[in-house]
């Protein structure tokens, strides 16, 4: 069965291009095997383009007499030519040969169209009992009582047994016909879909791989704008800062309490706003990856002693007290001192703001560990399974965050809803900053939550040797 | 039914042949097959040949079901209608296009159960994109809709089709495909609109002698066991 010989027009018409594309000649010429066992009828079976596909049949003692005959010989193969190429699309046709047998050409057709035909014979219809005139008379040196006797032992059959055998021959052929022709479209429309399935992925996977391509420009596009712009706003800012200290000094003149009042706000306001900046151009200078990190052996008391200094008076203000824990076996961490600072007081500072008046912020430092591979990756007896590390968490006893929120967190400009940021100030920076950070440092981020009870931050950073 | 030349309707003038393919279009279990099972036992046996269906082992059509009918006019013209369905189910979203390539005419059958309405929309929608994937213009090919399972409980009752079919740009017929009913005079619509769009394209009449009228008289004669009352 060839697929390739059937062009796309017959395949989406469900047709059949040629008989041999969908019967084997085994197949069939085994039908004809068991057909001339059976009748001892000779059959061919020839396609609609005039190939054989099955000759069953013997060779009648009368035929090879007359074969040595010159008239014989030629009538013979002109008889054999002219019902080899007899053909109707609908109608049998039962064909005369000048020794009294017969040829019948039954049309093989499929869906409408003719597809080939079957050929039984030559059998002596046994209806017919005397040798005619025509097989006497073929040649002058013809034997007569030779020939008669070969005659005699030719397939003999009725007509109409010869029809009821040859439609069931049809019968059968066209059976097979429909049962090929049906494996046949399976396939094709097997191998087609799979292609036309193949197409539309290919054609998605286009489609989406630009559209990725393009979002990866604009991510580069916003990290290169947040530097740009954030660096742009600090020049002027930083005048503002340096003249407002400069009139709080007395520089331009001694000031009245409200003047010295409102000047305090400002410097406050512009502070604040620095942060913000600063804060957006670690955003920026982060995701564009251009931010170089220091790498040195840190010691974990001196680091949060000295994050205790400075979160105490935001936390004496709020009445909240701060429990500070550092665990005998802790290991120095290596590291940025300033952006390990950033991110411990990143985390104490919400930890302090989202914690509730009269209540309490652990902060806790012990030894940890980081996973080499992939906890059971594939080959993880051959990797070291984990290296030293130190784990720091701050838990606070706040109102907690809910379970889909968690997930968003660590995502820029995020704030779990727009009323905490009203209450607590801040645009949703810091969290993403700090997991970029710890990031930075090959170390990992996690966070736990309980509404209701608090929420415990867990960071995981590399330690520094033994030795250092 | 521009483009692609391979996809043109086929004619043979050699042979005064004329092969028109004919679509079952519609959401899974909406009752394609049914319709050409009934067909194919209502049709007289020298018109229909043998249903070619390709389904998995339980029933669901997996590539398609195939009805070729044979309507031989008395002009000398050979018309060979082919019948198709196309495996309803999501999945088999590109063996759909594959047999609706080349269609002359699609018949689309909906489920008339109240419950299937969603269906019957996603699946039309379908059609309207895999014949725009085949350059075949959904503006321009015959469509026609059968409200099928029309005995159902729950279904959309016969006032309702009346409104429909009065805003329908699409004739809407109404069947039982299981019992046969209205499943031939779907067919005879389906026909009778394509070749109208056939003769408008490609001048039949003027090409084999035949009217379309009197190609319809000849189908009729050929489809003739309807035992249905109903539909329209
Ligand atoms: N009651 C009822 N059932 C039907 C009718 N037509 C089809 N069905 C049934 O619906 C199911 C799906 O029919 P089928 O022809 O295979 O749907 P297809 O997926 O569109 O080919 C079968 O169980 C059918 O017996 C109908 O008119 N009435
Ligand atoms: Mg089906």
Redesign the interface.
Known sequence: MTLDQTN??DI????VVRLEDVLSRDSVTSVCKSFFGLFGLPVRVISHEGDLLADVHRDQPLCNYLNTLGNGERECARTVGVVRDLEHDVQTIVHPCFTGAVYRIVPLE????PIGRFIVGPYVPAETTQPPESLLSIDESIDAATACAHFDTMPRVREHVAEEISAHLKGVLELLL?SG??AQ??ST??V??VR??YR?LAEKNEALKSSFEELKKLDQLKSTFLATVSHELRSPLTSIIGYTEMLESGAAGALSNGQAEFLGTIRNKADQLLGLISSLLDLGRLEAKSLDLKHEPIDPHALLSDLAATIVPTANRRNVSLDIQIGDETPKLWGDPVRLSQILLNLADNAVKFSDEGGMVTIRAEQGEIDAAGASGLGAALFTASRPAVLLTVQDGGMGIAEHNLSKIFDAFYQVDAGTTRVHGGAGLGLSIVKQLVDGHGGKIEVTSTLGEGTIFSVTLPAADEDA | MAGDPRFEMQIDFAAKELTVKLVYYGPALSGKTSNLRAIHWLGTSNACGDLMTLETKNDRTLFFDMLPITVSSGSGLKVRLKLFTVPGQVMHNATRRLVLQGTDGVAFIADSQRSEADANRESFLNLKCNLEENAIDPERIPIIIQFNKRDMASIRTDEELELIAQRSREPIYKAVATRGYGVMQTLRGLIRDTWTKLEEDHELEEKFGISPIHFMTEVEAKLKHDPGPRGR
């Open positions: 796309a027009a989406m018409m469900g047709d499929y869906q409408g169209r429909f022709h049906r479209l399976a429309m097997q087609a879909s036309e399935n539309e």
